[in-house]
């Protein structure tokens, strides 16, 4: 039978950073909300891709975008840790039109 060590230090360690950054984030959250911007908290596996596609039905420029509006997310990898809020930037969505002339 195998004990699980529930004091692992990295776990302990991972736990620690994503409530700093929860705390840090919590102000912009706040005004982010007085903006009326979304905000989008993470499920288990998400990815930042994932959570462009699912708000704005394409990736290209916008994962880019979340990044800058939430500094310190690309520090936790390719797939998000649960319960994370992520302020999802205002982006103007091309209108696949070309105006030939006014």
């Not at 993470?42 to 990815?47: G, R, S, V």
């Not at 979340?66 to 797939?79: A, D, Q, R, S, T």
């Amino acid at each position: 039978m195998q004990t699980v060590n529930n004091s692992d230090p990295e776990k302990k360690r991972g736990a620690n950073t994503i409530e700093r950054w929860k705390e840090q984030q919590a102000l912009l959250v706040s005004q982010a909300k007085q903006q009326g911007k979304l905000i989008y908290w993470t499920k288990c596996d998400d990815t930042v891709d994932y959570i462009a596609w699912k708000i704005y039905g394409q990736t290209e420029n916008v994962t880019e975008k979340i990044f800058e509006e939430n500094h310190g997310l690309v520090n936790f990898g390719v797939y998000l840790p649960e319960n994370l809020p992520v302020i999802i930037p205002d982006i103007e969505k091309a209108s696949g039109q070309v105006v030939l002339w006014q």
